[in-house]
């Protein structure tokens, strides 16, 4: 349970603040090196979305509110020249959490409940994209494709799960009730 948000946090951490400081990559009131505000903002929120994470199984709709959170407040920290390789990929592992979250709520809840937080995730996510790059409809699609998929893969999960335990009931009826000894 805690062995995904951990490694989720330590890859973010690795990809950025980290690598970035370790190659000294400029002047960062230049915009081109790290920030000290924003990396402590994306510290914080990678800790906290690796925390949120841990509940996924438990409370799963909480724990992709808090990762959200989490994402926004990371988004809106790190400015356009924060970046390791290619402009957007200093959050880039952060920014998969709510993935992770999304299909979470797909396994441990009943499908009703999955297509609120599955609109509203998109709704978050394309206003969060306007807000920082500006959107088109291709970006729109795109992203609403992606959790879909998420999402339908979660329930997927859910449904082998139900399975399996179905399975395990028809196995321990059909062995009977145990020999008296």
Not at 118 to 124: E, H, R
Not at 146 to 158: E, I
Request: aromatic share 4%; net charge positive.
């Amino acid at each position: 349970m805690f062995i995904l948000p951990a490694l989720l946090a330590a890859a973010q951490l690795l990809l950025w603040p980290i690598l970035p400081l370790a190659r000294d990559a400029g002047d960062a009131a230049a915009g081109t090196g790290v920030a000290p505000g924003a990396a402590a903002v994306v510290v914080l929120a990678t800790l906290v979305a690796a925390a949120g994470l841990t509940q996924r199984r438990r409370r799963p709709v909480h724990a992709l509110v808090v990762v959200a959170a989490a994402i926004t407040a990371a988004t809106l920290a790190v400015p356009a020249g924060q970046y390791l390789l290619v402009p957007g990929d200093a959050i880039l592992v952060l920014s998969l959490t709510d993935l992770v979250a999304l299909y979470s709520v797909a396994v441990h809840r009943p499908a009703r409940t999955v297509l609120v937080p599955l609109g509203g995730v998109v709704l978050w996510q394309t206003a969060l994209t306007a807000a920082t790059d500006g959107v088109a409809v291709t970006d729109v699609v795109l992203l609403a494709a992606v959790y879909v998929v998420a999402a339908a893969l979660g329930r997927a999960r859910a449904r082998w799960n139900s399975e399996r335990a179905a399975a395990a009931r028809r196995l321990e009826a059909a062995r009977g009730p145990a020999p008296a000894g």
